[in-house]
């Protein structure tokens, strides 16, 4: 395993763990409730599939990649909706880069050399 794919499975781990303060760190509105409690499970899956995807299982690493850019993706209405405070949206644009940077780094960092 190579240190790219380290760091971008670290990165996503570190997000599973940001998305299980969700439901402390909502307003009831910003994100709603319903969503912090999603991110919670998604976090809470995330976490189930990080240390298979550390040992090198394709199917936990591909676990790991849908709850996390599911978990992006959960966020990104928050670019469009009215009266959200300036601090949220930067907060989701950072973690939705992190997301994206993270599966990256993992997807980089875990391709195999085919030896002829």
């Excluded at 990080?50 to 959960?74: D, I, N, Q």
């Amino acid at each position: 395993m190579s240190s790219l794919h380290k760091v971008g499975l670290a990165v996503l781990g570190l997000l599973a763990l940001g998305d299980l303060a969700a439901p402390l760190l909502t307003d009831g509105e910003h994100p709603p409730l319903w969503v912090a409690f999603v991110s919670v499970g998604l976090g809470l899956a995330s976490l189930a599939c990080l240390p298979a995807a550390w040992r090198g299982r394709r199917g936990a690493l591909l676990g790991l990649f849908a709850t996390r850019l599911l978990s992006a993706v959960l966020a990104v209405p928050v670019f469009f909706v009215e009266d959200v405070p300036a601090g949220v949206v930067a907060v989701v644009g950072v973690v939705v880069g992190l997301t994206v940077a993270g599966v990256v780094l993992a997807l980089a960092g875990s391709r195999r050399t085919v030896v002829p």
